[in-house]
C-alpha cells in the first residue's frame, strides 16, 4: 500500500467519525477524571479570554477619551500652585494664577503652523429654570470651540463671532441639562439663569460620550472636578458677566482667585509637530511664569503611552497564556500517561484485532485533542461570559475580538497535539505481546 | 491484494495445510539468560481441524499460539499462513494479517470496558476498514449466532464470565479469520460456562472453522480431533484421532 492510501484509509471520513465517537466514549468512561484533567486549560483559556476583552476595552476607553482631546491638540490648563507653609498670605488677598491673554497671543505670535487657539473660561454654577436648577460648568469660550472638540450641536446652533463680539447672553447646553430644565418644552429660545444673568438657550449640545454611556474621564478638558454638564456661553459674556475673580468659600475659610483663563486648546496644523509644540508652550509659559501655575496635556503623545501600555499588556498577557496553557498541557501529558499505562490490557487487545501503530496513534491522539478541545471550548465560553459580566455589573467597557476566542480555541487543540503525540506514540510502540500480558 | 484471495480461498482441500511451522525457534533473553521458549517446533494444520495444544505450564503453549497468532515473530524458523511467508512481515504488516485471518480469544476475555457488545465485536471490523452499517450487520449477526441478540446493548461488566467469552468469541469471529486460536478459553470458567463454550466451539468446528486451543483439561482435549503436547518448547506428542 502506498504512504497515501495508508493516510486516506486511515483519515477516512467514516473511520474519523467513528475514532471520534470511540474517543469520547472512553473519555466519557472517566468523565470526572476528564474534568478534572482539562481545568488547566480551561481556566487558562478563560483567564486570556476575559483579561483580553478588558484590556481591550480599557484601552479602547483611553483611546477614545484621548481621542475625543484631538490627537493635534495641546491642552494648556490653568493649575492652582501649592500654597507656600507659613507665608500664609493674607485672606484677602487674592491667589492670581493660571494663563492668560497674553500668554496666548504669545504663543500664537511665536509658534509657526499653530492652526487653532481656542482659549476657555470655566465656572462652576448652578443654573436655573424657574424652581428647577443644574450643577454645571459654565464654558465660555469660542466660537471655533466647536472645531476643537467632538461634541456637535445636535438641535439650534453654536454662537457666532458676532454674538461673541457683542458679549450676547446667549448659551448652547448639554443635551442631559436640556432634559433636566426643560423636561416637557423644546430648550430653544427659552432662558436659563445664572445668578442674576439670564442667558438665552440657542442650542442643544450631544456630547459624545454623554451619549455613549460612558463617565466622563478626568482626561476630559475641564471635568476634573466633575461637575455633571457643561453649558457653552461666548467667551466674552463670561469674562463681563462673572468676571474673573473666584470666590471659594470652604468649611470657615475663603479664598479668593483670580484666574484670566482656565484652559486652551492649541490646536497644530502638523501632527508631527505636536509634540515640538509641546515644549515651544512650555517654554514660553516657564518664561513668562513665576510658578508653575499650568499643566500642558499633549493627547497623542498620551495616545502613544496607551498603546505601549497596551503593547506592555499584551506581552504579559501572551506569557500569562503561554505558561497557563503549558501547564495545562502538561497536565494533560500527565494523564495521558496514566491513561494509557492504565489501558495497556486495551492496547494489546486491539492490536491484537488488528490496530496498526497508527491507529493506536491516532486513537489516542483524538482522545487528547477531545480533552484539550473540550476544555478550549468551556474555557471560551466562560471567558466570553465573563466580559458579559464585568461590563453588566461593574459598568467597565470590555470588547471581545473574535480572533481571541478563535485563537484560544486554535491553540487549545494545538496544546492536545503537542501533548498528545508523545503518550500516544508511547501507547503505540508497546509490544502486543507484553501488552496482552499486562495486569 | 492476495490477501482477500486468500480469504476466499476454499477450506476443505485437506492436501494444503493452512498453517504451516517450520522448525520454529523463540528465545527469550531475560537478562544475561537465555530462555528458550520454543525449540524447533514444525506443525501444519489443515483447514477444519480442531486442534488442542497441551502440557505442563511453561512449555511455550502460549509462545507458539502468539507466534501463529502473528503477534510475535519466532526467532528462527518459518511461518507459512495461507500462502504468505508470516515470518519476513513487518509490523503494519502483521498487523493486517492479525485483523484479516486470525481470530483471537483469550482465557481473560479482554473486551474492551467503555464499548458495549456490539461495539466490542465491531472492533476488528473496523481495523480492517470495514463500513459502518456493514459492521453492525456482521456484528448483530454474531450476536445472534452466540446467543446474546438480547445483550448487545450492554457493556461487558454488566455480563457474567461465560457470556463475556461468547463476546469474545464472536469478535473473533467478526472478520470470518483463516484460524481461530483460544489460549485456555475456559480456564476462568466455572464447568457450566465452560461447556457453553465448548459446545461453540464444537458448532464452529461442525462449520467448518479452523480450531487451535491452549488448554490443560484432558475433558476439553478428548473433544478435538488432534492432541499436540508440547514439552520445553518442543512437540513431544502430535496425534490425530
Ligand atoms: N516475555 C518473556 N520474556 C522472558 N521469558 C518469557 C517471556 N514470555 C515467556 N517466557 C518464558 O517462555 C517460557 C514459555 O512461556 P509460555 O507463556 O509460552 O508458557 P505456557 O506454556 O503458556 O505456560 P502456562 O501454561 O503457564 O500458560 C516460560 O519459561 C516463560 O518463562
Ligand atoms: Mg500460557
Known amino acids: 500500500m502506498s504512504r497515501l492510501a495508508q493516510l486516506r484509509e486511515t483519515f477516512s471520513p467514516s473511520r474519523m467519525h467513528r475514532a471520534l465517537m470511540m474517543g469520547v466514549k472512553s473519555l466519557w468512561m472517566h468523565r470526572l477524571r476528564s474534568l478534572l484533567t482539562v481545568l488547566g486549560i480551561v481556566f487558562g483559556v478563560c483567564s486570556v479570554i476575559a483579561m483580553l476583552a478588558i484590556g481591550e476595552g480599557a484601552s479602547y476607553e483611553a483611546r477614545e477619551q484621548i481621542r475625543r482631546l484631538g490627537s493635534n491638540n495641546v491642552i494648556i490648563r490653568s493649575v492652582k500652585p501649592p500654597e507656600e507653609q507659613g507665608a500664609s498670605q493674607s485672606r484677602s488677598v487674592a491667589v492670581e494664577y493660571g494663563i492668560t491673554y497674553k500668554d496666548i497671543d504669545r504663543i500664537a505670535a511665536t509658534i509657526p503652523g499653530i492652526d487653532l487657539i481656542v482659549p476657555s473660561r470655566l465656572i462652576r454654577r448652578n443654573v436655573w429654570v424657574g424652581g428647577n436648577s443644574v450643577d454645571c460648568d459654565i464654558r465660555g469660550t469660542l466660537p471655533s470651540y466647536l472645531q476643537v472638540t467632538t461634541n456637535r450641536v445636535g438641535r439650534g446652533r453654536f454662537f457666532t463671532q458676532t454674538e461673541l463680539d457683542d458679549k450676547k447672553n446667549v448659551c448652547v447646553i448639554e443635551e442631559s441639562m436640556a432634559n433636566r430644565l426643560f423636561p416637557i418644552d423644546d430648550p430653544l429660545g427659552k432662558t436659563v439663569r445664572v445668578d442674576q444673568d439670564y442667558f438665552e438657550v440657542i442650542g442643544v449640545m450631544s456630547r459624545e460620550d454623554a451619549a455613549s454611556g460612558m463617565p466622563e474621564g478626568s482626561l476630559s478638558p475641564g471635568a476634573s472636578e466633575g461637575a455633571p454638564t457643561t453649558m457653552y456661553i461666548p467667551l466674552t459674556a463670561a469674562r463681563s458677566r462673572f468676571g474673573e475673580i473666584l470666590m471659594k468659600r470652604s468649611t470657615g475659610s475663603f479664598s479668593v482667585e483670580r484666574v484670566e483663563l482656565h484652559e486652551a486648546i492649541v490646536r497644530i496644523t502638523d501632527q508631527d509637530s505636536v509634540i515640538e509644540a509641546n515644549l515651544v508652550i512650555n517654554e514660553i509659559l516657564q518664561a513668562n511664569h513665576k510658578n508653575v501655575d499650568y499643566e500642558t496635556l499633549v493627547p497623542l503623545a498620551l495616545l502613544r503611552q496607551a498603546e505601549e501600555t497596551k503593547r506592555i499588556f499584551n506581552i504579559v498577557l501572551g506569557s500569562v497564556a503561554a505558561i497557563s496553557l503549558l501547564v495545562g498541557g502538561i497536565g494533560i501529558m500527565n494523564i495521558m500517561l496514566a491513561t494509557v499505562t492504565e489501558r495497556t490490557r486495551e492496547i494489546g487487545v486491539r492490536r491484537a484485532l488488528g490496530a496498526k501503530r497508527r491507529d493506536i496513534v491516532f486513537q489516542f491522539l483524538i482522545e487528547t485533542v477531545l480533552l484539550s478541545g473540550a476544555g478550549g471550548i468551556i474555557g471560551v465560553m466562560m471567558g466570553l461570559a465573563i466580559p458579559l459580566f464585568i461590563s453588566h455589573f461593574a459598568q467597565m467597557t470590555t470588547i471581545v475580538r473574535f480572533w481571541s476566542p478563535v485563537l484560544a480555541f486554535g491553540i487549545s487543540g494545538l496544546v492536545g497535539v503537542v501533548f498528545g503525540i508523545y503518550p500516544a506514540m508511547r501507547a503505540a510502540d508497546m509490544d502486543p505481546v507484553e501488552a496482552l500480558r499486562h495486569e | ?241
Not at chain 2, 170 to 175: D, G, P
Request: glycine share 8%; charged share 25%.
Open chain 2, 1 to 241: 491484494m492476495t490477501q482477500t484471495a486468500a480469504i476466499a480461498e476454499p477450506r476443505t482441500t485437506d492436501a494444503k495445510p493452512i498453517v504451516r511451522v517450520e522448525n520454529v525457534t523463540k528465545v527469550y533473553q531475560m537478562g544475561a539468560v537465555l530462555v528458550e521458549a520454543l525449540r524447533g517446533v514444525t506443525l501444519h494444520f489443515h483447514p477444519g481441524e480442531y486442534s488442542t495444544i497441551m502440557g505442563p505450564s511453561g512449555c511455550g503453549k502460549s509462545t507458539l499460539l502468539n507466534v501463529l497468532g502473528c503477534l510475535d515473530r519466532p526467532t528462527s524458523g518459518r511461518y507459512f499462513l495461507g500462502e504468505d511467508d508470516v515470518s519476513t512481515l513487518d509490523d503494519d504488516e502483521l498487523s493486517s494479517i492479525r485483523g484479516a485471518r486470525i481470530g483471537f480469544i483469550f482465557q481473560s476475555y479482554n473486551l474492551i470496558q467503555q464499548l458495549s457488545v456490539l461495539e466490542n465485536i465491531e472492533v476488528p471490523l473496523y481495523y480492517q476498514g470495514a463500513p459502518a452499517w456493514k459492521s453492525r450487520e456482521i456484528a448483530l449477526e454474531l450476536a445472534e449466532r452466540v446467543g446474546l441478540v438480547e445483550r448487545v446493548g450492554h457493556k461487558p461488566f454488566e455480563l457474567s464470565g461465560g457470556q463475556q467469552q461468547r463476546v469474545a468469541i464472536a469478535r473473533a469471529l467478526a472478520n470470518d479469520p483463516l484460524i481461530l486460536l483460544a489460549d485456555e478459553p475456559t480456564g476462568n470458567l466455572d464447568s457450566k460456562s465452560g461447556e457453553e463454550i465448548l459446545e461453540l466451539f464444537g458448532a464452529l468446528h461442525r462449520q467448518g472453522k479452523t480450531l487451535i486451543m491452549v488448554t490443560h483439561s484432558d475433558e476439553v482435549s478428548e473433544r478435538a480431533q488432534r492432541v499436540i503436547r508440547l514439552r520445553d518448547g518442543q512437540v513431544e506428542v502430535d496425534e490425530r484421532k
